[in-house]
């Protein structure tokens, strides 16, 4: 029914939206999000032909392209055959005119109608989104948020339209309100065509069975909602719901790097994307169909950094990991949980070359790993104990140093710059005292966050963790891990966390993978894996955790709060 | 603020008004009756006359006596004799009141009217040519002075072009009627009401045109266009309407500019209305009637600022169903 063909916008600067393609039938529902100067408001006053600015490309409507049409004639299909529902700000509604008033009006804007007809009609339209007499004959300023938005979404019903597009129809509501209303807008739109303008997430996965991202004024990832939620492809898509605060989530608050720029050559997104390469710089990516999505990536999305295809490894009779299926894509925390004993720290040394891997295979970036130098500048590890992983022999500077020296970057002076850089990153000074410490002048946090550093100091693309935090009490724990995350956030630091502690696994990982016995029993994102497990281990671990929770925590619903 | 509440307000400020009018006479050195009538009428008043007016007056009172005399007589209607025209006040200026409510009457609704017509159409048209033209214009008339204005027309449409009449409100001995003598009015009004408006109408054209361009960027205009409304709907029902507000504000803060204007113009134009008869009251040093117009006008700009407000009342409903 609505069909968008290379649609651009233009306020005279740099295109807001750009080469948009969409596609929306009658009785359906897509979502467009992305952060606020994405260009989602324009999109959806370009449909309605709102837009100040210059449109070019191709707007189908009920077969017939709208920007070829005169202005009078789009004119008497906006509030008749299209319609928008407006974010519910102050003055959305004409503050001098009763919410009712202003319905009739929508209503005799188009039709041949008597008054009284037209206002039966408009209340009747205010009851079913639940105004009714008083509140209906009241003025804008009379109403609460909730009453307005709905007063809103009434005028946008008043001819029946077949397409709807709702900007921002729960922004700025508490959470109550929020949830009727989306209800209340999910009835409506069942017959409809509806376009669903939002930065909420909840709210859009709610409404809708597609969802489209924009960025930049580009769709840089298209596909149904369920699944590009469960599984985002492009960065950007998994950047935004990181940092979008929805239930279901268990991983912290995660931000994107930067902030949005316009008029970017190449990629719209590449200045804050971690995983770029110089074709971001210089080309704007084509969106390309896989598997059901739409994803608009030279790289074709999240590149998955290590893949590990069914590894067995054995020592003597004793098969330690068998057939470990693993990916590990660009910038995430894969959890990898278990009972001691079940194989996990063996599939890590396997992966690092320091035990020999049987049969099955590991991949880097796509190409098989041969255990080069090259491979150490990508990989590093962090052991469990870092009394024994650092040297006793070494002070800071050299422990911390170790790494360039065997790859042979840089001279003395860089070397060191280097190393004084990394442990200001992991929040460790980097005086000339504190690099002539040797570790026994540390703490345990101190030594731990030294052979982070000494990870680190490569800049590698994956971090391979073994119990890093084991040893330490809570307090350098959560420092130590949001360490890590937020590196993992500048920099697209793919983590493979090793950890028999579930809660912790919970807190900071997007997957879990859960190994016994030498298998993987279950594999999923975190919040999925945590709240519905599906092997019978697995769910006896989450019990375990659950069982230990201190007694504050409620066991029955009614507790009282002190 | 409620209703009674303004109306209290008001009633307040004419006590203010009326206490003032009755005390600055009395307050002046010597002898009241000399400040009221002042000195050269004082040496041609008879004893009798004397006489009279002191009890008239009651000026051989004690104070609040006084001034309970003063309210009976206003609410009489009597507002003093003027020696001058050897006649009461309140005759003298009800002979010259219709024509100064005509002139000013009609001047403040012409340049309401026109200027807030103006301002929308300029407002919604915003950096296009017609609204650059037009503000160019009215930025230019803003400013001048009413009575210079007035010489300008008189000299260029009165002296040079013979056009219109040089001074009066209608042709005297004429015994014209019916519509010879509307056309006539008309014919005298015209240049004394055009100085009026084109001074006036910039100030109303500023401010509706400022909000106009605010109002033309709310949220709800964007609502009426997805609505389909038709541009003028946009323009009047919805933008021109919410730019008025503060334009019927204004209206009530001009008014008392307006009445100096209108008593300048009169002189300009030696048009008969109350502006010529303070200015005669002036130069005869005719306090009583000076007095009277002064209370007049007073009471009409209160008057009119009340109505204002019980207006905005009525066009903004923001005010009247606050909750």
Known sequence: ?????????????????????????????????????????????????????????????????????????????????????????????????????????????????????????????????????????????????????????????????????????????????????????????????????????????????????????????????????????????????????????????????????????????????????????????????????????????????????????????????????????????????????????????????????????????????????????????????????????????????????????????????????????????????????YPHQLSGGEVQRVAIARALVLNPKVLIADEPTSALDASVQAKILKLLLNIQEKRGLAILLITHDIALARKVSDRIAVMLNGRIVEEGPAGRVLSSPRHGFTKKLVEAVLSKCPPTQPESQDSSLP | MDRTGLLLNYAAALAIILVLNFAIPRLMPGDPLQAIYGDEAMIAMTPEMKEDIIRRFSLDMPPDRQFRAYIASLLRGDLGHSYYFNAPVAEVITGRLPWTALLAGLALVLSMAAGAFLGIESGYRRGRPADGVLLAGMMSLSGLPDFFAGILLLILFGVGLGLVPLAGAVTPYSGLGGMALFLDILHHLALPLASLVIVRISAVYLLTRNTMVLTMGAAFIRTARAKGCPEAAVRYRHAGRSSLLPVVTAAGLQLPHLITGTLFVEIVFSYPGIGTLLYNALLTRDYPLMQGVLLLVTVVVLGVNLMVDLLYRKIDPRVTHAY
């Open chain 1, 1 to 437: 029914m609505l069909e968008i063909k290379g649609l651009n916008i233009t306020y005279g600067g740099p295109p807001v939206i750009s080469g948009v393609d969409l596609r929306l039938d009658r009785g359906e529902a897509l979502a467009v999000i992305g952060e606020s100067g994405a260009g989602k408001t324009t999109l959806g006053l370009g449909v309605m032909g709102l837009v100040k600015g210059r449109c070019t490309g191709e707007i189908v409507f009920g077969g017939r392209n709208l920007l070829a049409m005169a202005e009078d004639e789009r004119r008497r299909m906006r509030g008749r055959d299209m319609a928008m529902v407006f974010q519910n700000v102050d003055d959305a509604l004409h503050p001098l005119y009763t919410a009712l008033d202003q319905i009739v009006e929508a209503i005799l804007t188009h039709r041949r109608l008597e008054r009284a007809a037209a206002r039966k009609r408009a209340e009747d339209l205010l009851r079913r989104v639940g105004l009714e007499g008083s509140r209906a004959a009241a003025y804008p300023h009379q109403l609460s948020g909730g009453e307005r938005q709905r007063a809103l979404i009434a005028m946008a019903l008043a001819n029946d339209p077949a397409l709807l597009i709702l900007d921002e129809p729960t922004a700025s509501l508490d959470a109550l309100t929020k949830g009727e209303i989306t209800a209340l807008i999910k009835g409506l739109i069942k017959d409809k065509a509806a376009l669903v303008i939002t930065h909420d997430i909840s709210t859009a996965a709610r409404l809708t069975g597609r969802m489209a991202v924009l960025y930049g004024g580009r769709i840089v990832e298209c596909g149904p909602t369920a699944e590009l939620l469960a599984d985002p492809r492009h960065p950007y898509t998994r950047g935004l719901l990181r940092s979008y605060p929805y239930m279901a989530a268990t991983k912290d608050l995660q931000g994107i790097p930067g902030r949005m720029e316009r008029g970017v050559p190449g990629c719209p997104f590449h200045p804050r994307c971690t995983q770029k390469i110089d074709l971001c710089r210089r080309e704007t990516p084509v969106p390309e169909s896989n598997g059901g999505r739409l994803v608009a990536c030279h790289r074709g999305g999240i590149v998955p950094l290590l893949e590990i295809k069914r590894l067995s490894v054995s020592f003597g009779p004793v098969r330690a990991v068998r057939e470990a299926v693993i990916t590990l894509h660009e910038g995430e925390t894969l959890a990898l949980v278990g009972k001691s004993g079940s194989g996990k720290t063996t599939l890590a040394r396997a992966v690092m070359g320091l035990v020999p891997a049987g049969e099955g295979e590991i991949r880097l970036e796509g190409g098989k790993i041969d255990g080069s130098r090259d491979f150490y500048r990508k990989v590093q590890m962090v052991f469990q104990n870092p009394g024994e992983s650092v040297s006793h022999r070494m002070n800071v500077l050299q422990a911390v140093g170790e790494p360039l020296d065997v790859q042979g970057i840089g001279n003395g002076e860089e070397r060191l710059a280097l190393v004084r850089r990394v442990l200001d990153e992991v929040e460790l000074p980097s005086d000339d005292g504190f690099l002539k410490k």
